[in-house]
């Protein structure tokens, strides 16, 4: 993945995951669990990729 998109994809999850907006949309916590898990994917494959 370029590094342009992986670092919009973890802004955009990023800011959805830490927004007070995310009780609005009625996730359940195992949506908002996989949610946090991708993140931490894509931060990890940006750290091994461009760190």
Do not use: P, V
């Amino acid at each position: 993945m370029e590094k342009i998109a992986l670092l919009a994809r973890i802004q955009k999850l990023s800011s959805l995951i830490h927004s007070t907006d995310l009780e609005n949309y009625n996730l359940s916590e195992a949506a908002i669990k996989e949610m946090k898990s991708t993140l931490d994917e894509l931060t990890d494959q940006y750290i091994a990729a461009y760190c």
